[in-house]
């Protein structure tokens, strides 16, 4: 594809930190604080997000599953997530032996339908795990007093939305744990990588403990944990990455912008923020009815459009569950994602435009 949805912006500084950590022979290490690097960017990530504990992890999915095992969740318990996101959600769900029950999204934002959430709590939930899909703040209030009045927990999966604030406040702070993942597709990488934030000393006490194996001291594990340790070389690179972010979050919403300014202008569903939203343009996602025959007018035109996600997750063979979720079925036939990443030019918007313009009137 000549224009990409999605790539990761790397440069010398990135390079040269490699360098570094290679050059040290220090490439991991198994204390529970983590290596030089890993601290550093956790100090990093709680001064970007301003939460009080950030716990570098391996991935965006290592991430929900040591939230959702500090929480406390087994089997047995039930934990509602929008049908309408990336496998991972659900999946680290179904990691902790608890059921993943799933619930619709609304077709304004894509993200999870707190009425379709109400109707889903039983005697078994124990937690809510809204996504914020493309980098769309969900509607964190009305999920706030549903889990206040169940005492429920909420894990944000923030794995798309780093960056996306609402009323001035970071996504994935907004509760009891927030979830990011650095993978190359999101606005930052550090390879593979993830975060959880909290605000909560007892749970970042957990979390410390899960990411590896439980230990404190080593072999004297007190709870349950896997090996969830982020590599140096990947908190190195993700150090360099995240003092970057703001730029590359600077460029997405002028690429955003221009590409919004015409494509209103037709028959389709661009993306808007809400009043208080301040997006990090992870994903432009816009929804039509011709997004099949679209899609493949815009490939054949190298312009690399794509679909998040053509199938949702409680379609999908291993989960195969009989749930009703109209909008979640709608957005999974219309959405569409065009690039905006920080390597996109204004001729590339330009040519997008055109493109688009081409096949939506012609
Ligand atoms: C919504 C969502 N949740 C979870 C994940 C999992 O993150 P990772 O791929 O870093 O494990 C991703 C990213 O792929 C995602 O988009």
Partial sequence: MKIPINIPVLGKEEISAVNYVLKSGVLTSAAMNG??????????????VKSKYAVAVNSGTA???????SLGIKSGDEVIVPSFS???SANAIASTGAKPVFADVLQENFTINPESVRKKITKKT?????????????????LGEL????????????????????????????????CYSLYPGKVMTSGEGGIVVTNN????????????????????????????????ISAAVAKVQIKKLPKFIDVRRKNTMMLSSELSNLDLQTPEERKGEKRNWSLYTIATKKRDSM?????????????????????IPFYNAK????????????????????KVSSKDIEFIVKTMREIVNG
Avoid: C
């Fill in 35 to 48: 290596g030089k690097n890993v601290q550093e960017f956790e100090g990093l990530v709680k001064k970007f």
């Fill in 63 to 69: 991430a929900l599953q040591a939230a959702l095992y």
């Fill in 86 to 88: 990336f496998v991972a």
């Fill in 126 to 142: 124990k937690a809510i795990m809204p996504v914020h899909l493309y980098g769309h703040a969900a509607f964190l209030e009305e």
């Fill in 147 to 178: 889990a206040r009045k169940n005492d429920l927990g909420i894990v944000e999966d923030a794995a798309q939305s780093l960056g996306t604030t609402l009323h001035k406040k970071y996504t994935g702070t907004f509760f009891d744990l927030g």
């Fill in 201 to 232: 000393k007892k749970l970042y006490d957990k979390l410390l403990m899960i990411r590896n194996h439980g230990m404190v001291k080593g072999y004297d594990s007190k709870i349950f944990g896997l090996n969830l340790r982020l590599p140096e």
């Fill in 295 to 315: 899609l493949e007018k815009l490939h054949a035109k190298g312009i690399g459009a794509a679909v998040y996600y053509p199938i949702p997750i409680h379609k």
């Fill in 323 to 342: 749930s009703s979720l109209p909008n979640t079925d709608w957005a999974t036939k219309n959405v569409l994602s065009l690039p905006v990443h920080p």
